[in-house]
């Protein structure tokens, strides 16, 4: 009796440890994530802990500002880093040099996990991921450069939304009111930081940033006007100061009530509208950015270090961060996924105001481009220059010279990128 | 054994300092020197390529270079030149006795120890244009607005407002001490020939307090061509490129363009620099250098 009772204890013990053993493969494995500050890695750190019960992955997350995360990764990946397992990269800033650098693990596989469902990302998303072959990244969240605007104030106004961008500085003029202490209009105006979003008035004007045969054009008839609209509008009816500011100043001023229109991602509304200090929460309306052309691009993803010892559990990670289930849980907590199929549950865009979601709907129907920024290997440098004649032009300085200027910087970088390719 | 050690005495008891030159000076140098002649964007796929003197040749062609070069000593040279005189300014006020002489010491030594990047924080909150404090302060006593950081024309000399208020109590406490250390009896057969204060100041004062003084300069000096905390922590080299200096330039270079060789290119131009400074350190202490 004694006997079978033990063989029954003993085989009872086996059979508990069995399933758990299957279920939590990685039981004691540890995970580096690096995040950078950003509404997505706000809107999954309360679901992390999931994660970790449902696979036993231990998750050490560290979080940074985007300047920092992308200095801190070049450090780590050039030191060839073995405890880098995850983290975001921009596939329209970095993440190129990243894949030419061989910094970054081939995550094919993954995609085509079946459960992954790669048909269902949006296909420009992905395809900055690739290199021709392989691809190196998992597109997370997507962006696209809308208004932001005070209802209540354009009420009392008695005007119209803007549609184009002559509505746009009629309505920036007439909502000045600087006694108030009431900017008509912010966008960002720090140099490099800029430039992403003075592409929608870039490609409303007709220019673009480079012409047909991949030459710098920010000297472009149409880039001159661009460069003065911009500039003008900002320092006519913007904010004191917005040489200085990024999109977590612009925000801010936003969010404190002090500006009534602001031209931003659309990704960043929480922190512009639905953070805690916000006082204009009830009275943003949104609008497609008013102009013929603005960008409509993936702008974070989530990667693997090339030299991660673990690489079976980064891809788990991965799979469950950037999976169907969880881009839809994150989305409903208002985080614009990259994925085809969210848009049409309704649970998941509970979070985006209806008018947001409309935006971002219509936005598809309209001429976008899938860049806000040139395309190419070096973006960061040549965003330095491009930035200098946007900042020249909003401090009201000779536009024409400084074009000229940039443009001769910005032609440099794209060279240098060719000689560096031709070598390859 | 105990010979062998009395007779080599010498080289074991340098060889800690020799072995931690080599490592933390010598091989970062010379690694350096090596970077800056190659082409690399850190590629874990390919290494390296010399290429010889171009990254220096780009540099010497480039306007973006010169600029830097010239903010840097600039902000250097401004911002040690008024620390000069204010500290100065302090510690004759301090090298007295009156009530509360420790608790003012003390409060003009806060701003040394705080961290330099809190303290860029704070002042880019002061530097504000429309909330922050600094226009606040400026209206309420009549003067117009400003934009501080927020101005390629302005945010250079806002910085230097900043060093100067964290590094003027530096100068004073090294100043002061030159101060105290001179002995007493001049001053009395001055005070006895009539001489007034201004002139037991400028003839007794500072003639003897000039080793000191000028040794706190040239620290200064060589710290205030470093700087990169504070204006990384601010500006990062914005509006435009109006607040780059070397530091900042060679960051960029390195971490967002990814390019080590112009990086380690401008680093080396930037160890010329600071390398002549510190040799006229040292020519400049040598002549001060005088007997009471």
């Known amino acids: ?424 | 054994m105990s010979r062998w050690v009395d007779k080599h005495l010498k080289i074991i008891f340098i060889t800690p300092c020799l072995l931690f030159i080599l490592f933390m000076v010598v091989f970062p140098l010379g690694y350096n020197i090596y970077m800056s002649t190659s082409k690399w964007s850190m590629s874990a796929l390919s290494s390296p390529e010399f290429v010889g003197a171009s990254n220096y040749l780009m540099l010497f062609r480039s306007p973006r270079f010169w600029s830097a070069v010239g903010r840097t000593l600039y902000y250097a040279f401004v911002a040690v030149g008024i620390q000069t005189l204010l500290g100065i300014g302090i510690a004759q006020m301090l090298n007295r006795s009156f009530f509360g002489k420790g608790v003012a010491k003390t409060l003009f030594l806060l701003p040394v120890v705080a961290t330099p990047v809190a303290v860029g924080m704070v002042w880019q909150m002061i530097y504000e244009p429309t909330i922050g404090l600094g226009n606040a302060i400026l209206t309420g006593m009549g003067f117009p607005r400003q934009l501080f950081l927020g101005s390629s024309a302005s945010a250079l000399n806002a910085l230097i407002f900043i060093d100067v208020w964290e590094w003027t109590p530096m100068v004073m406490l090294m100043v002061l001490a030159g101060m105290v250390a001179i002995p007493k009896d001049p001053y009395e057969s001055a005070v006895v020939d009539g001489a007034t204060a201004f002139q037991r100041f400028r003839y007794i004062t500072l003639p003897l307090a000039s080793p000191t003084i000028l040794v706190a300069v040239l620290l200064r000096l060589i710290d205030a061509i470093k700087t990169f905390d504070i204006i990384y922590a601010t500006t990062k080299g914005g509006p435009g490129f109006a607040t780059e200096t070397i530091n900042i330039y060679a960051t960029l270079a390195t971490f967002q363009y990814y390019s080590f060789g112009e990086g380690a290119a401008i680093t080396m131009c930037f160890f010329v620099i600071v390398m002549s400074m510190a040799i006229m350190f040292n020519a400049a202490k040598k002549r001060v250098e005088v007997e009471y």
Not at chain 1, 37 to 62: R, Y
Not at chain 1, 105 to 132: H, I, W
Not at chain 1, 196 to 206: A, D, E, P, V, W
Request: hydrophobic fraction near 45%.
């Open chain 1, 1 to 424: 009796m004694k006997r079978l009772f033990a063989l029954v204890l003993s085989l009872a013990l086996l059979l508990s440890l069995a399933p758990v053993q299957a279920e939590k493969p990685f039981e004691g494995t540890e995970l580096r994530v690096l995040l950078a500050n950003h509404m997505w890695s706000n809107a999954l750190e309360p679901h992390l802990k999931e994660f970790t019960d449902l696979t036993g992955i231990k998750l050490n997350v560290e979080m940074y500002a985007e300047d920092q995360l992308s200095q801190k990764l070049a450090i780590e990946l050039a030191g060839q880093s073995k405890d880098l397992d995850v983290f975001m990269t921009r596939p329209l800033q970095e993440a190129k040099q990243m894949i030419a650098n061989g910094w970054l693990y081939d995550v094919t596989p993954l995609l085509n996990d079946p459960e992954m469902d790669k048909a269902d990302f949006f296909e420009a998303t992905l395809a900055l991921y690739n290199n021709g072959e392989q691809y190196y990244g998992i597109p997370l969240v997507t962006e696209r450069e809308i208004l932001y605007y005070r209802t209540d104030l354009f009420e009392e106004a008695g005007i119209a939304v803007p549609t184009t961008l002559d509505e746009l500085w009629a309505a920036a003029e007439a909502l000045t009111d600087v006694d108030a202490g009431i900017y008509g209009i912010v966008s960002r105006g720090l140099t490099a930081a800029a430039v992403t979003q003075f592409s929608g008035y870039l490609y409303s004007m007709g220019g673009d940033w480079m012409d047909a045969e991949g030459n710098a054009a920010i000297n472009s008839p149409e880039a001159v006007k661009a460069l003065k609209f911009y500039g003008d509008m900002l320092r006519e009816f913007g904010p004191p100061g917005v040489t200085a500011m990024h999109w977590q100043q612009c925000a801010a001023l936003y969010a404190s009530g002090k500006a009534a229109m602001y031209t931003e991602a659309d990704a960043i509304f929480n922190n512009a509208v639905n953070a805690a200090e916000s006082v204009v929460a009830d009275k943003t309306g949104y609008a497609l950015f008013p102009g013929d052309s603005f960008y409509n691009i993936p702008s974070w993803g989530l990667s693997m270090g090339a030299f991660t010892e673990k690489a079976d559990a980064a891809t788990a990670f991965i799979k469950w961060a950037a999976g169907k289930d969880m881009t839809a849980t994150l989305q409903a907590a208002g985080v614009p996924g990259a994925r085809v199929s969210v848009y049409g549950i309704p649970e998941a865009n509970v979070a985006f105001p209806p008018q947001l979601v409309e935006v971002i709907a219509a936005a598809g129907t309209k001429n976008t481009k899938g860049y806000d920024r040139p395309l190419i290997t070096s973006v960061s440098k040549a965003r330095d220059y491009i930035g200098q004649a946007i900042v020249a032009a909003i401090e009201g300085g000779d536009v024409e010279a400084a074009a000229e200027e940039a443009n001769r910087g910005f032609q440099s970088v794209i060279e240098e990128d060719r000689a560096a390719e031709q070598k390859q």
